[in-house]
């Protein structure tokens, strides 16, 4: 199992910036990848970004070269920096670990709480 804590959300304007963070129960790297999803109101919950365990990354389209996830193995936590955000930005972000194929559908995905953003003029 793992905990999950995000923080970070808030309002900023359009082009502005907001990191995110998200802390584990448990070492980052023993867990098969980690990643920002997010949701929108009335939209199902999409993939933003994960990074695997070796380090590689997936970013959706809508996000490539404004987001960025990084990690500090010492704190067991998990970044997104967003840049040049846009209205269309704005949903509910949640931080996931993905325990890997090993484990059956309902022990492999754990969400945190989710932090709002919110961009807007």
């Known amino acids: 199992q793992v905990q999950l804590v995000e923080s970070g959300g808030g309002l900023v304007q359009p082009g502005g910036s907001l990191r995110l963070s998200c802390a584990a129960s448990?070492?980052?790297?023993?867990?098969?990848?980690v990643g920002w999803y997010r949701q929108a109101p009335g939209k199902q919950r999409r993939l933003v970004v994960t990074?695997?365990?070796?380090?590689?990354?997936h970013y959706a389209d809508s996000v490539k070269g404004r987001f960025t996830i990084s990690r500090d193995g010492a704190k067991n936590t998990v970044y997104l920096q967003m840049n040049s955000l846009k209205p269309e930005d704005t949903a509910i972000y949640y931080c996931?670990?993905?325990?890997?194929?090993?484990?059956?559908?309902?022990?492999?995905?754990?969400w945190g709480q989710g932090t709002q953003v919110t961009v807007s003029s």
């Open positions: 996931n670990a993905d325990l890997g194929p090993l484990f059956v559908p309902t022990q492999r995905h754990y």
């Open positions: 990074i695997g365990s070796s380090g590689s990354t």
């Open positions: 448990r070492s980052i790297f023993s867990i098969y990848a």
